[in-house]
């Protein structure tokens, strides 16, 4: 049982992390790099940190993060599930438990697939390794926006009789046999009760089950109960949301999308974060 589970690894999340740390709080956090800090050529405009590259800029964070006792989690968090006195965590085929949440995932602007949220259980799933036993001997359809997914879907193919690969990424791949590779747009999901069919900007797919594997999931999928608005989580100035002991930090909250300010909310987080568990435990 921790007693901060931080998703995200960003500024947000590892300012979380650092500070929950100097309160003596057992910290997981779930999440790699931030993708979009280490194709930035510089930041002009981070306090005392003038024209610094992403990539420095990343490393300095990791080797404060690395100075902390959290645990580091690269598993995909697909689920976070209010259980009354704590919350669980599904990371893939794992469950984790924590007291609290600091959900810092950044903010995707990507559209799920229509009816996506819909069939979302029934049909569709966000994680192979947790649901591939449902459809052993029959056939899936993988939506792969990462690389993950390219290995999410040959573990399927050892399971399932025949898998279709719809590929929305340019990472490289080497699939077994019976995977077919389908490159084509995911417009919606189809299906009576179940997801059937997904059909696609120029065709279509029929399979048993659907796995949609990308770097982020709707908010509301993420988090049942969530408060939303857009991609954006609702907080206050203490960065709750409306949800005792859930707290949110950085782009995810809001504009502007800032460094500075994903730190600075990142550390309110944390701070809100202890003080929950303090009163928690009191």
């Not at 940190?49 to 580091?72: C, P, Q, W, Y």
């Not at 965590?89 to 995932?105: G, L, P, R, W, Y």
């Amino acid at each position: 049982m921790y007693d901060i589970a931080i998703i995200g690894k960003g500024p947000a999340g590892i300012s979380a992390a650092i500070t929950a740390h100097a309160r003596n709080k057992k910290v997981i956090v779930f999440g790699g790099d931030s993708k979009k800090l280490l194709l930035s050529p510089s930041i002009p405009n981070y306090p005392g940190l003038m024209e610094i590259k992403g990539t420095e800029f990343v490393k300095r964070l990791n080797e404060h993060l690395a100075s902390t006792d959290a645990v580091l989690s690269k598993k995909m968090v697909t689920a976070v599930y209010s259980m009354g006195g704590y919350f669980a965590i599904q990371a893939q085929n794992d469950m984790i438990e924590a007291k609290s949440v600091i959900i810092a995932t950044g903010v995707d602007f990507k559209k799920s697939i229509e009816n996506e949220d819909t069939f979302l259980g029934m049909g569709v799933s966000y994680c192979a390794t947790c649901d591939a036993p449902l459809y052993r001997g029959k056939t899936v359809a993988v939506v792969g926006y990462n690389k993950e997914s390219i290995e999410e879907a040959n573990f399927l193919s050892e399971v399932c009789s025949k898998v279709y690969f719809i590929s929305m990424t340019r990472e490289p791949y080497n699939f077994n046999e019976n995977v077919e590779v389908i490159k084509d747009i995911p417009v919606k999901f189809e299906g009576h009760m179940h997801a059937q069919k997904l059909i696609l900007k120029n065709t279509e797919v029929v399979a048993d089950g659907f796995f949609v594997i990308k770097d982020s999931y709707p908010l509301t999928s993420l988090v049942p109960g969530l408060d939303v608005d857009g991609p954006h989580v609702v907080v206050n100035r203490a960065m709750e949301t409306n949800m005792k002991g859930v707290f949110a930090a950085g782009d995810v909250t809001g504009r502007p999308y800032q460094n500075a300010k994903a730190v600075g909310e990142g550390q309110v987080a944390a701070l809100s974060a202890v003080d929950f568990l303090n009163g928690r435990d009191k």
